[in-house]
């Protein structure tokens, strides 16, 4: 069986300004200013506050170590690099788990970036399992 089959697979994945646990509900998470994109004045730009939301799923139990990537498209250079804590850990019928990651991350000039989640694999290479566009403008001033 291929390795990327026997990885969680990502059902949601969402950059945005805040995400938080719900003080009264377990598992429910709040997300504030789900974006596509942001506007700076200036760059270097680091936003203050950038998050990726994960959803994962897995009919297998286990631990799941992975890391964040954001990718400057026009480069293809890493501008960013974390790995998800805690790790994904599905026990026996465990049906999603969620994961966040603050994206603290300077943006070098306006453009087109790659969000990437990728899953560490101990013989091969690491498995990518899921990516998304974000885009950073210049605001007009």
Sequence with gaps: ????????????????????????????????????WIETRAFPFTPASLWLLLVFSSPRSG??????LVIDDSTDKTVFYRPLTPTPQFDENEESITGFARLKCS???????????WFYQDQGKDILKGEIPFTVKQREV
Aim: glycine share 10%; aromatic share 12%.
């Design 1 to 36: 069986m291929p390795a990327a089959a026997l990885t969680p697979r990502i059902r949601l994945m969402a950059v945005c300004d805040g995400v938080r646990e719900s003080k009264t509900e377990s598992g429910v998470f709040h997300v504030k200013g789900l974006r596509r």
């Design 63 to 68: 631990v799941f170590p992975g890391y964040v």
């Design 107 to 117: 943006f070098p000039h306006e453009g087109r970036y790659s969000i990437q989640f």
